[in-house]
């Protein structure tokens, strides 16, 4: 829970059902999280790799004094704490314990901590949309919109339903058709008239689709690679589906709207800007 104190300045209780970004956010983008530092983590992997550095007897200046007054050619993990010890040797001792989690894994010099780090997290199955998170030049919250939206996590009105809120079920951008997030960006109207602008103006014709998983795997396909035309894609799709949220947004809490011709030119702009 420390994340969440630190967050929002207090304690909170929350379940673990719906905390589950905790583990999410610090995971790498390759398994579907946003590759934040975990401070608590990192210090462990860190103070590991002291240890490591003890126990190899590596060619350092510190590493030498801590032998010759501290271990005196004891076997690392046998050492006995000394009262008289310094605050820093005392603590690298007392952590041999999480150092030994480490020991199966064959370290390379190089990255040592980031290597620890990423020891601490339990193997992950790599999702396919990936590429829409690696270089991508959107801002960083149209990124974490899309974020959410892949996972199907932003609270369009079928999922606030769920959780026992009387609210309108219609999507206030047609008002054709119950608000979910399928809905939202592949069968829309008005969201389907902005991706139709903004295809044209990148000159790009989409696959057909009948399903979201269809219209996904559409997305990923014109998003891999590193070539201009895929990094153009993905910054356009980033960043409408950002607008497309924003723009429903304000129509349920602000009573504004915007017409999609509208939508479109500053999506285009926001892009132009950021390309350049």
């Given at each position: 829970?420390r994340?969440v104190?630190?967050?929002?300045?207090?304690a909170?209780?929350?379940s673990?059902?719906?905390?589950w970004?905790?583990?999410?956010?610090?995971?790498?983008?390759?398994v579907?999280?946003?590759?934040?530092?975990?401070?608590?983590?990192?210090n462990k992997?860190a103070?590991?790799?002291?240890?490591?550095?003890?126990e190899h007897?590596?060619?350092k200046?510190?590493?030498?004094?801590?032998?010759?007054?501290?271990?005196k050619r004891?076997?690392?993990?046998?050492?006995i704490?000394?009262?008289?010890?310094?605050?820093?040797?005392?603590?690298?001792?007392e952590?041999?314990?999480?150092?030994?989690?480490?020991?199966?894994?064959?370290?390379?010099?190089?990255?040592m901590?980031?290597?620890?780090?990423?020891?601490?997290?339990?193997?992950?199955?790599?999702?396919?949309w990936?590429?829409?998170?690696?270089q991508n030049?959107?801002?960083?919250k149209?990124?974490?919109?899309?974020?959410?939206q892949?996972?199907?996590?932003?609270?369009?009105t079928d999922?606030?339903?769920?959780?026992?809120l009387d609210?309108?079920?219609?999507?206030?951008l047609?008002?054709l058709?119950f608000?979910?997030?399928?809905?939202?960006?592949?069968?829309?109207?008005?969201?389907q008239?902005?991706?139709?602008?903004l295809?044209?103006?990148i000159?790009?014709?989409q696959a057909p689709?009948?399903n979201?998983?269809?219209?996904?795997?559409?997305?990923?396909?014109a998003?891999?690679?590193?070539?201009?035309?895929?990094?153009?894609f993905?910054?356009?799709?980033?960043?409408?589906?950002?607008?497309?949220?924003i723009?429903?947004?304000?129509?349920?809490?602000?009573k504004d709207?915007?017409?999609w011709e509208?939508?479109?030119?500053?999506?285009?702009?926001i892009?132009?800007v950021r390309?350049s």
């Open positions: 829970m994340i104190e630190v967050t929002y300045g207090r909170l209780i929350l673990p059902r719906k905390l970004w905790l583990g999410k956010v610090y995971s790498p983008k390759s579907g999280g946003l590759n934040l530092i975990n401070l608590h983590s990192w992997a103070i590991a790799k002291h240890c490591w550095d003890l007897k590596q060619d200046l510190w590493i030498k004094w801590v032998h010759s007054y501290y271990i004891t076997p690392f993990q046998e050492v704490i000394s009262q008289q010890a310094c605050w820093m040797v005392k603590k690298i001792l952590a041999r314990q999480v150092y030994s989690q480490f020991q199966p894994i064959v370290l390379q010099n190089k990255s901590i980031r290597q620890l780090y990423f020891h601490l997290f339990r193997p992950q199955q790599r999702v396919p990936k590429c829409l998170m690696f030049f959107a801002r960083p149209a990124v974490f919109t899309m974020w959410l892949l996972q199907n996590r932003l609270n369009t999922r606030l339903k769920k959780w026992g609210i309108e079920l219609k999507c206030v047609c008002q058709h608000e979910f997030r399928d809905h939202m960006y592949t069968s829309c109207p008005y969201s008239q902005v991706w139709s602008k295809l044209q103006w000159q790009f014709v689709y009948n979201w998983s269809q219209y996904v795997l559409g997305i990923i396909d998003a891999k690679g590193k070539t201009p035309t895929a990094q153009i993905k910054l356009v799709y980033t960043e409408y589906v950002y607008a497309i949220w723009e429903r947004n304000h129509r349920i809490f602000e709207s915007r017409t509208s939508l479109a030119r500053e999506i285009a702009y892009c132009c390309a």
